[in-house]
Every structure is written in C-alpha cells, then in structure tokens.
C-alpha cells in the first residue's frame, strides 16, 4: 500500500489552521496514523486510528478521514509545531508517507 | 516511562555488516509489542526494516529481507539488528521503536550510521 502526502511542504503563521493531507493507494480500514518529527529528533506519534489523539497530545491536534482519504489538522498553529508530519497505514504492513514540511513563517 | 536507546558503530565499511542494539528499559522486552527497527534516509524518507517479537518471531520488510537478521536478548533486555552486505545507499539514521496496535508508540533518539571506505 502506498502512501501519499500533499503538499510536500507548506509555510504558515502562528494562528493559522494548517491542513495536511494523506491518500493511500487503497481503501486502509482506518488504520491511519500520524507522527511528527521536529528537526534532528525521532518521529513522536501523534494520532493513531485516524482521530485520537495520544495522551498528551494539544487538542489543537485533529485527524479525520475514512476510505483512503485523511487530513491531519492544526487548528491555531504554534511555533513549535514547526516540524515535518509524517502519515503511516498499519493496514497491510506498516509503511509510511513521505511526510509534509510545516515551516513558521 | 518506556525507554529506547539505540548503539553500535557510527561508520561501517562498503560490503560489511552494520550491526546495531537497541536497549529497552521501562517495559519488559517480553511483554505483549513488537520490536522494531525503523531508518531514514533525505530520499527514501522512512522504511520499515523489520519487527521481533520476543519469542524470536521475525516480520521482515521484502526489500531487506535476504541482509537482515533481528534477533533478541532477553536477559539484557534488548534487540539486535544485523544489515550485511551494506553500501552507500544503507547509510542513514538508524532508529528501534516499539509497535503497539501497528504504531510506532515509542521510538530511541536513533543512530547515524554511515557506509564509507
């Protein structure tokens, strides 16, 4: 199953709700998750199962999306969150997007 | 808090074998998850290489499948990748990860690992 992200990278401000997208190449049964990675650290899982957020996570923070289509969601965007967004099918395997890049502006 | 910390050599010879461990504290290696071993590379971006469950159990991704062998020590509480006949195209960060319910809940800092005469 193949993963793809749009864009491949965005700019945004603080305060702007950001919209990241996910399509898979086939219909994954929402086994849809998210990571972020901040420069020069691990991937941290965000969201796993399409929306819920793991403990910890900023409400700020929402998936959606069913079939083969997701959106990962920031809704009033901090600098921290300055990172590349990664998206992984658990499907049929374990494999990943190639990620979005979200610079601050 | 589940711990990971990946260590091995940070440069291995072109048709070598990179050998990485992953030391796991926190959460019995024997416990209900897999463990993983997960690299990123700027073009590939990040590729699944494999999983181990503890009772030796293998699930391998098909592009690493005749190089790699996984293996763990439950005693020291770790696992173990081996990647032989490496080139260029293997230098990459290097990171174990545990998976619950198909994600990577938790992952180690990672390791640089770079193929080079």
């Known amino acids: 199953i193949q993963l793809t992200q749009s864009p491949s990278s965005l700019s945004a401000s603080e305060g702007d709700r950001v919209t990241l997208t996910c399509r898979a190449s086939?219909?994954?049964?929402?086994?849809l998750h998210w990571y972020q990675q901040r420069p020069g650290k691990a991937p941290q899982l965000l969201i796993h199962?399409?929306?819920t957020l793991r403990s910890g996570v900023p409400s700020r923070f929402s998936g959606s999306g069913s079939g083969t289509d997701f959106t990962l969601t920031i809704t009033g965007l901090h600098p921290e969150d300055s990172a590349t967004y990664f998206c992984?099918?658990?499907?049929?395997?374990?494999?990943f997007g190639p990620g979005t890049k979200v610079d601050f502006q | 808090q589940v711990q990971l910390q990946e260590s091995g050599p940070g440069l291995v010879k072109p048709s070598g074998t990179l050998s990485l461990s992953c030391a796991v504290s926190?959460?019995?290696?024997?416990?209900?998850?897999?463990w993983t071993w997960v690299r990123q590379t700027p073009g590939q971006g990040l590729e699944r290489i494999g999983e181990i469950y503890h009772s030796g159990h293998t699930n391998l991704n098909p592009a690493f499948k005749s190089r790699v062998t996984l293996s763990v020590e439950k005693s020291k509480q770790q696992f173990s990748l081996h990647l032989s006949s490496v080139t260029a195209a293997d230098t990459a960060t290097y990171y174990c990860?545990?998976?619950?319910?198909?994600?990577?809940?938790?992952w180690g800092q990672g390791t640089l690992v770079t193929v080079s005469s």
């Open positions: 990860a545990r998976v619950i319910g198909g994600t990577f809940a938790d």
């Open positions: 199962d399409v929306s």
């Open positions: 086939q219909t994954i049964n929402n086994k």
């Open positions: 926190g959460v019995p290696l024997t416990s209900s998850n897999w």
């Open positions: 992984q099918q658990s499907y049929s395997s374990l494999t």
